[in-house]
């Protein structure tokens, strides 16, 4: 029973004592912290995981792909990377519908490569303006190109002849072309054959692109 005070307000009851653990048992605080939980796997690999292990980690990658590209490079070398095309249908196409006698390079040998062949005949009626250009790559590995056309504004010709200088003429299997220099600074050879233009120019050198003007021989329309 609380007691009463001079005042006569009765006094607060003071807080019961704990009882005293008995013997031979350890006294354990109820403000004791949780035990704490062991680290989860992802972390705990990831504590692990250093830059060593990932610069290890990546050497049989890099190791395959260098495999797979030296691989590549040596079937890329292994096989000839010029893929040649058919020239003789569109040639004869041209022929047929041009307005004039066609003339086209004729019995060059194997190492004539033709790589290129564009002609608007396709498109054309019999007496139209007819372009007809073909490509190669040369006996020595370079590039040689041939166009005709009855078009003089036809882009085949006016690219090429537009900016070129004048060198002068040069006799090819006894027909004058006239020699002129390119804004690319590649020879042209170039000459007219009635109402038609013929170029020859490239990369290739001047041996080489004579060789393709002196092989140009009128074309049969039926052939």
């Known amino acids: 029973m609380s007691e009463t005070g001079p005042s006569g307000q009765r006094s ?9 653990p008995s013997a031979g048992t350890t ?7 949780p035990a704490t939980p062991p680290p989860a796997p992802a972390v705990d690999r990831m504590a692990k995981f250093s830059y060593r292990n990932m610069v290890w980690s990546l050497v049989p990658l890099v190791a395959i792909s260098l495999v797979l590209v030296g691989w590549s ?45 564009r002609t608007d005949a396709g498109s ?13 790559v040369t006996p020595d590995g370079d590039f040689a190109g041939y166009v005709i056309s009855d078009d003089r504004k036809a882009r085949a010709l006016t690219d090429v002849l537009a900016r070129a200088t004048g060198e002068g003429s040069v006799d090819v ?17 170039t000459r007219a054959d009635g109402p038609a233009t ?26």
């Not at 607060?12 to 005293?20: F, G, K, L």
């Not at 006294?27 to 912290?33: E, N, P």
């Not at 299997?173 to 050879?189: C, I, K, M």
């Open 173 to 189: 299997g006894g027909t004058a072309w006239e020699r002129r220099t390119s804004a690319r600074g590649e020879t042209v050879l």
């Open 73 to 117: 490079a040596f079937k890329y070398n292994d096989q000839d990377p010029v893929k040649t095309v058919e020239t003789e249908s569109s040639v004869r196409a041209a022929a047929q519908v041009a307005g004039y006698p066609l003339l086209a390079p004729q019995g060059l040998d194997d190492e004539w490569r033709p790589t290129s062949v």
């Open 124 to 136: 054309a009626q019999p007496g139209d303006q007819v372009t007809l250009q073909i490509g190669w």
């Open 198 to 223: 013929l170029l020859v120019t490239g990369s290739a050198s001047d041996r080489e692109l004579e060789t393709l003007a002196g092989a140009v021989r009128p074309v049969s329309a039926g052939s």
């Open 12 to 20: 607060p009851e003071q807080p019961a004592t704990a009882a005293a």
């Open 27 to 33: 006294a354990t605080t109820a403000a004791a912290d």
